[in-house]
Structure formats: C-alpha cells, structure tokens
T-cell receptor, first 113, second 113 residues
C-alpha cells in the first residue's frame, strides 16, 4: 500500500510569489491535514479536509488556503509569500481524522528568499 | 505559548542508558499520541494512549498517560543509536465540532554509540 506522497519535495520561491503544494493520501483515506514545521514554532496545524470539506482550521492568516478533490488528493496554497513562510510543510492522511492515527508524508521543504 | 510543553528539549546520551521524556499541559486531552521523526522524513506514529493512567509498552519504550489526562511520559530503556530522532507528543482535543491534533515542542534525542 503506497504511503502519503507530497510533491514537490523541495521548493525555492521569492517573496511575494505564490505556491501550491500537493498531497496524495493513502488510498481509502478521506481525511487530509496540513501542518507547518519550523525550528522555532514546531509543528503547527494549518487545516484539515474531509470529503472535500474543510473541517477544521488553525490560526494562520488567510494567505494560507487549501482544498480537497473528490479523489481525496489535497492541495494547499500560500499567496504573497513572506520570508517567515519558509518551513517544512507536512501532510497527514487518515481514514477518519488525525485524532485516530495520522500517516505523514515526507513533506515539502519551502524556502522563501 | 505552546499548549503542550515537552522536556527536555535536547537530550544526548550514551548507548545503553535509560531516559524519560515528558509532555505536560494544563489542558485535558481525550487521547495522546507519540511520534518519532527522523531527518528528511515525516513523523511516524509510535503509540496512542487513551485512558488516564494507561501504560503501554513497545519493546524498550514505555508510554504513560497521566491520571488527569493532562500529561504523558515516554521512557526508553537501554537506548540504542537507532532511537535517535525527534520525539513529538500530540494531544487530541475538541475544537468546536471537530477534533484537533496539537503537537508538543519536541525532544531531540541523540544516542551516541
């Protein structure tokens, strides 16, 4: 059974640009959660999607958005990038929700210059 | 302010030593998960504890959930270099109608051969 796949693995963007990250969950999993990981703040919850609906949202500005498609694949978008957005972005899939068990992808390392 | 505080933040020990990592909060969690993350990878779930006072053992790892479900500990016996990694606790709490996974600040463990 294939694991969670995140693309791209690495990304370098310039301040002010926008970026889209992709996550393919484990087959059959309907919940996809996104997290931002930085050395200073640790792992912080961005949002969760379940059956194409945003079910939960963390305390991030509106520049961070996401969506989920009918095949459960998910994308997150960050507009007007800031230097502080540099981080490892992790996606986790689970059958019903991350509170049961979350399977993480390898993450996308975003660097904003 | 971190909802979940982990201590110590960094730990470097010799192979064969024992260690304990603590995860503390002023909030009550419905359950608590422990993850290990290695460089370049996403976190991998080790265990979920649900009941106050619960103790779970996974080979040389012992996990305990506090009676009040506000704290947890991870004890490793006879640590090995393969135990090296970032250990994260994550508490599950209700957020409106949804459940949210909140991660601790992490403990970076290095086991020297």
């Amino acid at each position: 059974k294939a694991g969670v796949t995140q693309t791209p693995r690495y990304l370098i963007k310039t301040r002010g640009q926008q970026v889209t990250l992709s996550c393919s969950p484990i087959s059959g999993h309907r919940s996809v959660s996104w997290y931002q990981q930085t050395p200073g703040q640790g792992l912080q919850f961005l949002f969760e999607y379940f059956s194409e609906t945003q079910r939960n949202k963390g305390n991030f500005p509106g520049r961070f958005s996401g969506r989920q498609f009918s095949n459960s694949r998910s994308e997150m978008n960050v507009s007007t990038l800031e230097l502080g957005d540099s981080a490892l972005y992790l996606c986790a899939s689970s059958p019903m929700g991350a509170w049961t068990e979350a399977f993480f992808g390898q993450g996308t390392r975003l660097t904003v210059v | 302010t971190q909802l979940l505080e982990q201590s110590p933040q960094f730990l470097s020990i010799q192979e064969g030593e024992n260690l304990t990592v603590y995860c503390n909060s002023s909030s009550v969690f419905s359950s608590l998960q422990w993850y290990r993350q290695e460089p370049g990878e996403g976190p991998v779930l080790l265990v979920t504890v649900v009941t106050g006072g619960e103790v779970k053992k996974l080979k040389r790892l012992t996990f305990q959930f506090g009676d009040a479900r506000k704290d947890s500990s991870l004890h490793i016996t006879a640590a090995q270099p393969g135990d090296t990694g970032l250990y994260l606790c994550a508490g599950v709490r209700l957020s409106g109608s949804a459940r949210q996974l909140t991660f601790g600040s992490g403990t970076q463990l290095t086991v020297l051969p």
